[in-house]
């Protein structure tokens, strides 16, 4: 469904740039299982050339069940899509908000007392980690198979994405919690020791560590408890999923994957997405929810062209369209206006236009 949501994404901008009189040009380039099955490649060079000519890119979540089965070799994403996408352009920092729109506190499974005022930012580092490292093999032997992930960072891999979180939270509350496993893997032994000595950088900031575990567990249980998180790519990639229960749906979590590290005013070259995938169930049928694309491309406009006004005017659009009632299947609650795809990046557009 990424081309679906993406045009929604367009939609909205071009309302942006008619009410705050910006012109965006646009230019499209194919990623994923359909440019895959046509070309046996995954990521075209010349969508990696459109990319790194363009001030941020805007990205449709990529897939096909068709190549999600065990055994099958390589596939869009271990043919290295959007994996080599982001190691391409230099993409370290992955920024996942997770805010609980009042309006939405019936949609939780959880109560509504325990999201009321959610309001978190989960960091994930990108480039590094079990994802990445080597050896990575599946072995077939006759005695058996097996196979071997390897989980490797450096210092400066740990030491860039740590600071990352700390420049987040002394913009925001001033508390960062580090996720690891300390003591049980190595490579959480370094990070640790990396985010302590970070931290002598941000004496404004508490900084608190945290077992990937038992942070999983507090995540659910008190959520208002965190401002900004910083952890590895698996944990990240695995909490932030988690974390989409308390905004509601996975329709609502927006993400930034980012080539620097935020400060005040810079602009950063950046990718943005939603984290829903691509749910190809849904393809075609005007259902998917457009909302974490429209959210991701207010982070675009506040982190790659540093126009802040313009990312609220987004933020506030989506938070008046649910307020007055309308919403796509995943998030529908009783009493509300049940809208498709279009029709909410629609409604989205107009609020942001006035």
């Known amino acids: 469904m990424g081309p679906e949501v993406t ?21 499209e380039g194919q990623i994923g299982a359909g440019v895959f099955e046509r070309t046996g490649k995954a990521l075209p060079e010349e969508t990696i050339e459109i990319c790194r000519l363009s001030d941020a890119v805007l990205l449709g979540a990529v897939g096909s069940p068709r190549w999600e089965k065990p055994g ?3 596939g869009p994403e271990r043919g290295y899509g959007l994996i080599r996408l982001r190691k391409e352009l230099g993409l370290f920092a992955n920024v996942r908000p997770v805010r609980v729109f009042s309006s939405l506190l019936d949609s939780t499974n959880l109560k509504p007392d325990m999201v009321e005022g959610v309001d978190l930012v989960i960091v994930r580092e ?11 093999q599946l072995l077939r ?16 891999e740990i030491r860039r994405i740590v600071r990352v979180g700390f420049e987040l939270a002394r913009g925001r509350r001033k508390r960062l919690t580090s996720v690891d496993k300390f003591q049980i893997l190595r490579t959480s032994d370094l990070w640790r020791e990396i985010a302590v000595e970070v931290s002598s950088e941000y004496p404004d900031v508490e900084l608190e560590h945290s077992l990937a575990d038992s942070f999983a567990m507090r995540l659910i249980l008190s959520p208002k408890e965190f401002d900004v998180v910083v952890t590895e790519s698996l944990f990240g990639d695995i909490l932030s999923d988690e974390a989409s229960v308390l905004a509601g749906s996975l329709g609502m979590m927006p993400s930034a994957s980012l080539a620097g590290i935020p400060g005040s005013g810079n602009k950063l070259f950046g990718l943005y997405e939603p984290i829903h995938g691509s749910a190809p169930g849904l393809a075609g049928l005007n259902i998917a929810n457009p909302i974490a694309t429209a959210l991701s491309t207010a ?11 313009e990312a609220t005017s987004i933020e ?8 007055e009632g309308y919403r796509t299947g995943d998030i529908m609650g009783g009493g509300n206006k049940r809208v498709g795809t279009a029709e909410m990046g ?9």
């Open 72 to 74: 099958l070799g390589v």
């Open 299 to 309: 982070m675009m406009l506040r982190y790659s062209f540093a126009l802040t006004d």
């Open 126 to 136: 990108l480039t590094g980690g079990i994802y990445f490292g080597q050896p990575k």
């Open 316 to 323: 506030d659009g989506v938070d008046l369209v649910l307020r």
């Open 141 to 156: 032997t006759p005695w058996g198979r097996r196979a071997i992930d390897t989980m490797a960072y450096s210092e400066e």
């Open 346 to 354: 629609s409604l989205i557009a107009a609020r942001v236009a006035g």
């Open 7 to 27: 045009a929604e994404g367009v939609k909205i901008l071009g309302a942006v740039g008619r009410r705050f009189h910006h012109a965006f040009t646009f230019r």
